[in-house]
């Protein structure tokens, strides 16, 4: 069911880009590469806020920054979620919601990317799902496509994707969530701790709501050190099993 929390716009927001623009097959993607040809990649597969949010971007190139080339393509098509005047934010999800599923086209157009990357020599992909993103990086877990997986404020989950993973996994949830709670956080972590052979790391932050990693206030320091909390333990993550 569709909620508000994944639609609530974020605090108004600046950064100025490190990375570019490109297009790759049928997909928009900014890209940020640290080094001519490094061997790793994360590809962040956003919430319903789409590509272009300036706090998501500003993650992108934090995480290229430590070495990693980053690739956030743009899943909606230049129709990321906008509120319309006049519309309630459940209103406008639910009109928008069924124009942009998680599954299958952005499945398809992530194994293409993969695909792209791997032509450019990259040999581990890492996938970073917020909310919407979260299902699409846990179907690529299922799947076998990547190496690694970071599930930030999920969404859309249901506990047979979770028993279904073949690949390290990271799910980092909120205390105040009404798409995925402590307590469907906490049931899957019992689902994975029943799956020995798969690496795993689950945390739910205190006092946070629903998007915090990428929707926070940058003047308020302690919601920038929640999510710099949350950002350095995708990095820690990634550079243990990428």
Not at 128 to 142: P, Q, R, T
Not at 185 to 207: A, C, D, Q, R, T
């Amino acid at each position: 069911m569709a909620s508000v929390e994944c639609c609530v716009p974020a605090p108004p927001a600046h950064h100025t880009s490190g990375g570019v623009v490109e297009t790759w097959g049928a997909i928009s993607v900014y890209i940020n590469s640290p080094t001519p040809a490094p061997s790793k990649a994360v590809i962040l597969v956003t919430d319903v806020m789409g590509w272009e949010a300036p706090l998501l971007r500003k993650l992108a190139d934090k995480i290229a920054s430590a070495g990693y080339l980053v690739v956030v393509p743009d899943y909606f098509h230049g129709d990321s979620f906008v509120l319309i005047e006049g519309a309630s934010l459940l209103d406008r999800l639910q009109e928008w919601l069924p124009k942009h599923p998680p599954t299958p086209e952005p499945i398809e157009e992530s194994k293409q990317i993969i695909e792209v990357l791997k032509e450019k020599g990259v040999q581990s992909v890492g996938v970073g799902g917020f909310c919407w993103g979260a299902k699409v990086a846990v179907v690529l877990a299922k799947e076998g496509d990547i190496q690694a997986a970071v599930l930030l404020h999920p969404s859309f989950l249901t506990s047979e994707d979770i028993k279904e993973v073949k690949v390290p996994i990271a799910i980092l949830g909120a205390e105040i969530d009404q798409f995925s709670p402590p307590a469907v956080i906490k049931s899957f972590e019992e689902i994975l701790i029943s799956k020995s052979e798969v690496p795993h790391f689950v945390k739910v932050f205190p006092g946070v709501s629903h998007g915090w990693t990428v929707r926070y206030e940058l003047n308020d320091e302690k919601a920038v050190a929640e999510a710099e909390e949350a950002h350095s333990d995708l990095l820690e993550w990634f550079g243990k099993y990428l």
